[in-house]
């Protein structure tokens, strides 16, 4: 990659003193550099912002320019956009008294999407423990899904590496305020306890500022809400920008209702593609993705090909498994932005998983040109080429994503290589791989259910049994533990046991004909005694 690229990458993503570092080493190269000279400038500047107002407010404590300056600049240290960061923790999966309908019709909630449109079946596409098909980009809510009990999501990990499960509190909200907590010589920069805030929503220049000091920084959404609600009165109701903040702060307080009603407010004032964005969310988060559907398609009326919109509407379709939809809208994204590396990585995924290997490659080969360089990405192309019979760059691209692993994502490398070793037909290299992952990711169900199936060819009944109800233990979710651990116990004459691992099989994915034809069977057997 380019450093000056590079180093753009990371002045705009807020990393001045790696985007410092790099500009310095391309000056020493060449001390001519005006791009690099100039960038090295900038992100100085940004660096000693809240260093050289400090000092302005030692001379002068009033200096309302120093003041909202360094409120700014430690703002903009710590900021995090609202739109697509968005974690549901158990809190709000479970004890949410805004659900519509009990039952929902197909097609309508999130929370049990249904069969799907045009989307490979289950025992081809992995699904997550809520009935969604696993996605082809991690965003903040994929990983978790919705669990059906309050014992299920105590015990589905965050990580690999916590036994803490999902919850607001553990997720970003707490690292943010933990800006707040930075031990200063001379205490906190903003007593929020001493303050009039009916005397700063007067002034709405400095109120924007100590707002968003207040939500992003401090992480203090009540004081948020008092100054915005005070401020929104103070300029008589026809601020489009409060009533978003109002919007905002009931959102993170979980009052969606009141959150809709002040960003419908806003969007009559002020039509913007964020209050768009805001009101699909809280549509999202009241189980209403048709709404939400609307919502973005209204949003694309007055802003036409606006991607993020786009791929708004394509993440509720893949959610409620309408993958033909999903699809549609994910090359309309590249249609407008043919660098979006989403849309990319969903449309591989689903051509690797409805049986088109060669057409995912060209769209993995297309994010390493774009200068994506990651594990999971390696392993990806890896899968690829093993499945388009490419098998000299198999192996290559699972060296690279070993190579480039974290103890976070190894496990999933070392299985994929462990599939590869079955494909091959090298068993003793599989169950080394599957041991592997297991030592990197005790929690690995795949792992262990392959294993299982290992244990079972080589006769070992006990260990595969042992294997299978740790695998349907961790994911009962998944359909082939279940079936697995039906067939190791018909075979051994155990035919309870046989059935009741063939309905939960059944019950986690309807259509499987191997469950179907052995759960006819133990019915006829059944019927004879």
């Given at each position: 990659?380019?450093?000056m690229f590079?180093?753009?990458?990371f002045?705009r993503r807020?990393?001045f003193?790696?985007?410092?570092?790099?500009c310095s080493q391309?000056l020493?190269k060449?001390?001519y550099?005006q791009a690099?000279?100039?960038l090295k400038?900038?992100?100085l500047?940004?660096q000693?912002?809240?260093d050289l107002?400090?000092?302005?407010?030692?001379?002068n404590?009033?200096d309302?320019?120093?003041?909202?300056?360094?409120?700014r600049?430690l703002?903009e240290q710590?900021?995090?956009?609202?739109?697509?960061v968005?974690e549901?923790?158990?809190?709000?999966?479970?004890?949410?008294?805004?659900a519509?309908?009990?039952?929902a019709r197909?097609?309508?909630?999130?929370?049990k999407?249904?069969t799907?449109?045009g989307?490979p079946?289950?025992?081809?596409?992995?699904?997550s423990?809520?009935g969604?098909?696993l996605?082809?980009f991690?965003r903040?809510?994929?990983?978790s899904?919705r669990?059906?009990?309050m014992?299920?999501?105590?015990?589905?990990p965050?990580?690999?590496?916590?036994a803490?499960?999902?919850?607001?509190?553990s997720?970003?909200?707490?690292r943010?305020?933990?800006?707040s907590m930075?031990?200063t010589?001379d205490g906190?920069?903003?007593?929020?306890?001493?303050l009039n805030?009916g005397k700063y929503?007067?002034?709405?220049?400095?109120a924007?500022?100590?707002?968003?000091y207040?939500f992003?920084?401090e992480?203090?959404v009540?004081?948020?809400?008092?100054?915005?609600?005070l401020?929104?009165?103070?300029?008589?109701?026809?601020d489009w920008w409060?009533?978003?903040?109002l919007?905002?702060c009931?959102?993170?307080l979980?009052?969606?209702?009141e959150?809709e009603r002040?960003?419908k407010?806003a969007?009559k004032q002020q039509?913007?593609?964020d209050i768009?964005?805001?009101l699909?969310?809280v549509?999202v988060?009241l189980d209403?993705?048709?709404t939400?559907v609307?919502i973005?398609?209204q949003?694309?009326?007055k802003?036409?090909?606006e991607?993020?919109l786009l791929t708004?509407?394509?993440?509720i379709?893949?959610?409620?498994?309408?993958?033909?939809?999903?699809?549609?809208?994910?090359k309309?994204v590249?249609h407008?932005?043919?660098m979006?590396?989403?849309a990319?990585?969903?449309?591989g995924t689903?051509h690797?998983?409805?049986?088109?290997?060669?057409v995912?490659?060209?769209?993995?080969?297309?994010?390493l040109?774009?200068g994506v360089?990651?594990?999971?990405?390696?392993?990806?192309?890896?899968l690829?080429?093993?499945?388009?019979q490419?098998?000299?760059?198999?192996l290559?691209?699972f060296?690279?994503?070993l190579?480039?692993?974290?103890?976070?994502?190894?496990?999933?490398?070392?299985?994929?290589?462990?599939?590869?070793?079955?494909?091959?037909?090298?068993?003793?290299?599989?169950?080394?791989?599957?041991r592997?992952?297991l030592s990197?990711?005790?929690?690995?169900c795949?792992?262990y259910n392959?294993?299982?199936i290992?244990?079972l060819?080589?006769?070992h009944m006990?260990?595969?049994?042992?294997?299978?109800?740790?695998a349907?233990?961790l994911?009962?979710?998944?359909?082939e533990?279940?079936?697995?651990?039906?067939?190791?116990s018909?075979?051994?004459?155990d035919?309870?046991?046989?059935?009741?691992?063939?309905?939960?099989?059944f019950?986690?994915?309807p259509?499987?004909?191997?469950?179907k034809?052995l759960?006819?069977?133990?019915?006829?057997?059944f019927?004879?005694?």
């Amino acid at each position: 990659m380019d450093p000056m690229f590079l180093a753009y990458s990371f002045f705009r993503r807020r990393k001045f003193e790696q985007c410092v570092d790099l500009c310095s080493q391309l000056l020493e190269k060449n001390p001519y550099d005006q791009a690099a000279w100039t960038l090295k400038t900038r992100a100085l500047t940004e660096q000693v912002y809240v260093d050289l107002c400090s000092q302005l407010l030692e001379k002068n404590p009033y200096d309302q320019a120093a003041w909202t300056l360094k409120t700014r600049a430690l703002t903009e240290q710590v900021y995090v956009d609202e739109v697509d960061v968005d974690e549901e923790g158990i809190a709000e999966m479970l004890m949410d008294d805004n659900a519509i309908a009990t039952v929902a019709r197909p097609g309508t909630s999130l929370k049990k999407p249904g069969t799907g449109v045009g989307a490979p079946s289950q025992g081809m596409r992995p699904m997550s423990q809520s009935g969604r098909p696993l996605s082809g980009f991690v965003r903040p809510g994929t990983q978790s899904g919705r669990p059906g009990t309050m014992e299920q999501a105590i015990r589905t990990p965050r990580t690999a590496h916590t036994a803490r499960p999902v919850t607001s509190a553990s997720g970003r909200y707490v690292r943010l305020g933990t800006a707040s907590m930075l031990s200063t010589p001379d205490g906190p920069f903003i007593n929020l306890a001493r303050l009039n805030f009916g005397k700063y929503a007067q002034r709405q220049n400095l109120a924007k500022a100590l707002f968003e000091y207040i939500f992003h920084h401090e992480n203090d959404v009540r004081n948020g809400l008092e100054l915005a609600s005070l401020a929104t009165e103070a300029c008589q109701f026809k601020d489009w920008w409060w009533k978003v903040q109002l919007g905002k702060c009931y959102y993170r307080l979980g009052l969606y209702r009141e959150a809709e009603r002040q960003l419908k407010s806003a969007l009559k004032q002020q039509e913007m593609v964020d209050i768009y964005l805001y009101l699909s969310k809280v549509y999202v988060r009241l189980d209403q993705p048709l709404t939400s559907v609307e919502i973005f398609k209204q949003g694309l009326e007055k802003f036409p090909g606006e991607v993020s919109l786009l791929t708004g509407i394509s993440r509720i379709h893949e959610g409620l498994n309408d993958m033909t939809s999903a699809v549609k809208f994910y090359k309309d994204v590249l249609h407008h932005d043919n660098m979006h590396v989403e849309a990319i990585a969903c449309i591989g995924t689903h051509h690797f998983y409805t049986d088109q290997p060669e057409v995912a490659l060209k769209f993995y080969r297309r994010l390493l040109q774009m200068g994506v360089y990651n594990t999971e990405l390696f392993n990806n192309l890896g899968l690829c080429c093993f499945y388009a019979q490419q098998y000299d760059m198999t192996l290559t691209c699972f060296e690279r994503a070993l190579g480039l692993s974290t103890d976070a994502n190894v496990a999933d490398v070392w299985y994929n290589v462990g599939h590869v070793a079955l494909g091959i037909g090298d068993t003793n290299l599989a169950y080394q791989c599957f041991r592997l992952a297991l030592s990197y990711n005790n929690d690995h169900c795949e792992a262990y259910n392959n294993l299982g199936i290992l244990e079972l060819r080589k006769g070992h009944m006990e260990q595969a049994r042992a294997f299978f109800q740790a695998a349907f233990t961790l994911a009962p979710h998944m359909f082939e533990p279940h079936y697995n651990f039906g067939v190791l116990s018909d075979r051994v004459g155990d035919l309870q046991s046989s059935y009741s691992a063939i309905q939960k099989s059944f019950e986690a994915f309807p259509d499987h004909s191997d469950s179907k034809d052995l759960l006819k069977q133990l019915r006829e057997h059944f019927s004879l005694l």
